[in-house]
């Protein structure tokens, strides 16, 4: 299994801008998250999914949307791009369920932007 | 708002020794809490968890101690290693969807 992937890792938006952070998962996982990590902070939910065609807000989600059209993507697009949306922004994913491990999310590697 | 915070931000530890990370949270029906291990430019990876209903939790080399009374949570790692040098976080669950709460991290360096 890749486990979770994103694409790209790294890019550059001029302001106002648009593009989409892809987010694939191969574990047949239902729910799946996207976080942002400001320098030197902890992460914040920005939207989560707990399964195809159910999406639902985070902490920070003005600015972005996403969709669920499959188990395995989970896309971040950002319109009108800013430079408060500087930031790494990490996918995850989790299984539902009782068993050992149910719980715990899976990350992917993260997808540096920057928006000048 | 509720929120998971956590005492000191960098941890420098000799190699060998033991290291204590401290985190405080302040939602009391949080029923479920995990530490991640972040190294530099990757992804958090899961190092343990441990749910209300438990106060103790023993791993490979880690523990998670929590105290409902006082709501604080700590990792404890056995023998540090250089490896061992990344930003941990504590983060909280509570509510349906996994909608983990996470603290601002804590930088452990390891000195040989």
């Known amino acids: 299994n890749a486990g979770v992937t994103q694409t790209p890792k790294f890019r550059i938006l001029k302001i106002g801008q648009s593009m989409t952070l892809q987010c694939t998962q191969d574990?047949?996982?239902?729910?799946m998250y996207w976080y942002r990590q400001d320098p030197g902070m902890g992460l914040k939910l920005i939207y989560y999914?707990?399964?195809?065609?159910?999406?639902d807000k985070g902490e920070v989600p003005n600015g972005y949307n996403v969709s669920r059209s499959t188990t395995e993507d989970f896309p971040l697009r950002l319109e009108l791009a800013a430079p408060s949306q500087t930031s790494v922004y990490f996918c995850?994913?989790?299984?539902?369920?009782?068993?050992?491990?149910?719980?715990?999310?899976?990350f992917g590697a993260g997808s540096r932007l920057t928006v000048l | 708002g509720e929120s998971v915070g956590l005492h000191l931000p960098t941890l420098s530890v000799q190699e060998g020794d033991n290291s204590i990370i401290n985190c405080a949270y302040s939602?009391?029906?949080?029923?479920?809490f995990i530490w991640y291990k972040q190294e530099s430019g990757k992804g958090p990876q899961f190092i343990i968890d441990?749910?209300?209903?438990?106060d103790k939790r023993q791993g490979q080399r880690v523990t998670v101690l929590l105290n409902k009374t006082v709501k604080h949570l700590s990792l404890q790692i056995a023998a540090t290693q250089p490896g061992d040098s990344a930003v941990y976080f504590c983060?909280?669950?509570f509510g349906a969807g996994n909608k983990l709460t996470f603290g601002g991290g804590t930088r452990v360096l390891v000195k040989p």
């Open positions: 995850a994913s989790r299984l539902t369920g009782a068993g050992s491990g149910a719980n715990v999310l899976t």
């Open positions: 574990m047949n996982h239902n729910y």
């Open positions: 999914s707990v399964g195809a065609g159910i999406t």
């Open positions: 939602n009391s029906a949080s029923d479920y």
């Open positions: 441990i749910r209300s209903n438990m």
């Open positions: 983060a909280e669950n």
